[in-house]
């Protein structure tokens, strides 16, 4: 076994996610095979080591925060979860809409009516889906 391992170049860990650039959208349409009701789950991790790289200190706790009181004025039929760790850590802050497999990447809080307009988009989606359902007896 190597004493040290070296990564391979092209796979070494990217730097964090400019927070100047605006928010990265990866918008998808609710899976034919989707039976759940929406939930965004947004990515508050703080890690003890504060290298940049976790999205609570890059401001995913005033964007969850931000679209629960965008929620309390507009309630939409979705979920939102704060959640500890999406896997995309170098382009956070973070966000993921489940079951669209939709993607936020490094959000702002000003970036919030961008989010809300995809949980309308999800939710009515998720209403045509509800209507479609056979009645049960
Ligand atoms: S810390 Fe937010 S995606 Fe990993």
Redesign the pocket.
Known sequence: MPSSLTLVPGLQKAPPRDLALPMKLVARPRPGYATGKPKLMV?V?E?AAADG????PRG?CGIHAEVLTALEKEPLDVEVAAV??????D????LRLAPNNSWFYGAHVTDVPAIMEQLRTAANEYRDWLVRQPRQA
């Open positions: 990515c991790n890690r790289t976790s999205c609570a995913g500890r760790c999406l896997g995309t850590c382009r956070g802050p973070s």
